[in-house]
């Protein structure tokens, strides 16, 4: 048994019209920029992401989202991220590409590990509806925050999101 890891970057992110959706930012660091896509900590309303992928190699269970970020400011509190996915079978698969469904969307809450300012961080959340995926399906994965239920009220920037699963 292996794991199989895809690296899914904030520049290749879409965003569905109709839904608040993350700013994306570049930020010139001291020896590097740091890209990245910013969702807002004010208010109530939830941001999405949504990635298309294929997921090569997979066997069966669960697929894990590992969601990097960071605070734009401050150095404590919680951010709570949710994620889904949505699987087409080409050639086999009925379903309407442009309203396939989302299976069950797990909520995981990361915390803010302190000390430093933009300090990075990783979330994991376990998506159990995998919506019937199949090695060489077309799928798409959707990230939101939940600004109305978490205690960071900066922008928290996505460097990037990383999908793991296993290959039996």
């Given at each position: 048994?292996?794991?199989?890891?895809?690296?899914?970057?904030?520049?290749?992110?879409?965003?569905?019209?109709?839904?608040?959706?993350?700013?994306?930012?570049?930020?010139?660091?001291?020896?590097?920029?740091?890209?990245?896509?910013?969702?807002?900590?004010?208010?109530?309303?939830s941001?999405?992401?949504?990635?298309?992928?294929?997921?090569?190699?997979?066997?069966?269970?669960?697929?894990s989202?590992?969601?990097?970020?960071?605070?734009?400011?401050?150095?404590?509190?919680?951010?709570?991220?949710?994620?889904?996915?949505?699987?087409?079978?080409?050639?086999?698969?009925?379903?309407?590409?442009?309203?396939?469904?989302?299976?069950?969307?797990?909520?995981?809450t990361?915390?803010?590990?302190?000390?430093?300012?933009?300090?990075?961080?990783?979330?994991?959340?376990?998506?159990?509806?995998?919506?019937?995926?199949?090695?060489?399906?077309?799928?798409?994965?959707?990230?939101?925050?939940?600004?109305?239920?978490?205690?960071?009220?900066?922008?928290?920037?996505?460097?990037?999101?990383?999908?793991?699963?296993?290959?039996?």
């Amino acid at each position: 048994m292996a794991i199989v890891e895809q690296y899914l970057a904030p520049e290749e992110a879409a965003f569905r019209t109709g839904l608040a959706f993350p700013q994306m930012v570049r930020v010139e660091g001291t020896n590097q920029p740091v890209t990245g896509l910013a969702f807002d900590g004010a208010g109530t309303t939830s941001e999405y992401a949504f990635w298309k992928f294929s997921p090569f190699k997979y066997g069966s269970g669960n697929l894990s989202v590992d969601v990097i970020w960071y605070a734009a400011s401050g150095t404590s509190g919680t951010v709570d991220w949710a994620a889904g996915v949505a699987c087409i079978t080409p050639n086999t698969d009925t379903e309407d590409v442009q309203s396939a469904g989302f299976g069950s969307s797990p909520l995981a809450t990361g915390t803010h590990l302190g000390t430093t300012a933009r300090r990075l961080h990783k979330t994991t959340i376990t998506i159990t509806d995998t919506d019937s995926m199949a090695a060489g399906d077309e799928c798409w994965l959707r990230l939101a925050r939940n600004p109305s239920t978490d205690s960071i009220t900066a922008d928290v920037i996505v460097t990037s999101v990383r999908l793991s699963y296993s290959d039996t």
